[in-house]
């Protein structure tokens, strides 16, 4: 199997953006409609600001708008993100613990380790997961310039999620001029692996909404 390389240039929440129009164009793409989940709702973002023209609807699933307005994810969270001692499946849990809420996961672990079979060790090098993670920390937020997004926007977020705390969410939709929120009751930051016909049904009908 083949895989991308990660380049050579600094990672940045803004050079993703630039590197996802990039590729649009690159594929011929001139507008799409576009989600991004947890980080990749803020690339979603610099992308809409940077290149309107390439954004037709906006999907921003578990997102937050970085800098001083966002809420950040507890010490605890994090840790578990990170933490890679104990076995590969001891580590694969941890990261679950982050992504669902905890009497969820302990009734659907053999469904969550089914689903995430071959993906539980994880492919990307420890250097640019810090490097990502740097890009995450050091971006500087668009709170400011979220009125600037004109495209119609979807906001859907499972109402216990830990790893982009919820909260979050609502303080965006404040400043969004065409936003609609959903909040999925019983939802983490994996809501889409808890309830993929209920959030595939949000997002269809909004992408079908005139």
């Not at 909260?167 to 999925?184: E, H, K, R, T, Y």
Request: glycine letters at 8%.
């Amino acid at each position: 199997m083949r895989k991308t390389s990660a380049g050579t240039r600094e990672f940045t929440i803004e050079q993703f953006a630039d590197d996802t129009a990039g590729l649009m164009s690159a594929l011929g793409m001139e507008q799409a409609h576009v989600l991004g989940w947890s980080m990749g709702t803020e690339i979603a973002q610099e992308l809409v600001l940077r290149h309107p023209e390439k954004v037709n609807r906006l999907v921003l699933y578990a997102a937050d708008c970085g800098g001083n307005e966002a809420v950040q994810p507890s010490d605890d969270v994090v840790r578990k993100m990170f933490d890679k001692s104990g076995t590969e499946e001891e580590q694969a849990y941890r990261m679950f613990e982050t992504l669902f809420p905890e009497n969820w996961l302990i009734r659907n672990r053999d469904y969550i380790f089914t689903l995430f079979a071959g993906m539980v060790k994880e492919s990307t090098s420890e250097e640019n997961i810090q490097k990502q993670w740097l890009a995450y920390q050091q971006w500087g937020g668009c709170y400011d310039r979220l009125p600037l997004i004109q495209c119609p926007t979807l906001l859907i977020t499972g109402d216990q999620d830990i790893n982009t705390p919820t909260v979050n969410s609502p303080i965006m939709a404040g400043q969004i001029p065409d936003v609609n929120l959903v909040m999925i009751e019983g939802g983490g930051h994996g809501v889409m692996y808890q309830y993929p016909q209920r959030f595939a049904a949000d997002v269809l009908v909004f992408l079908g909404s005139k």
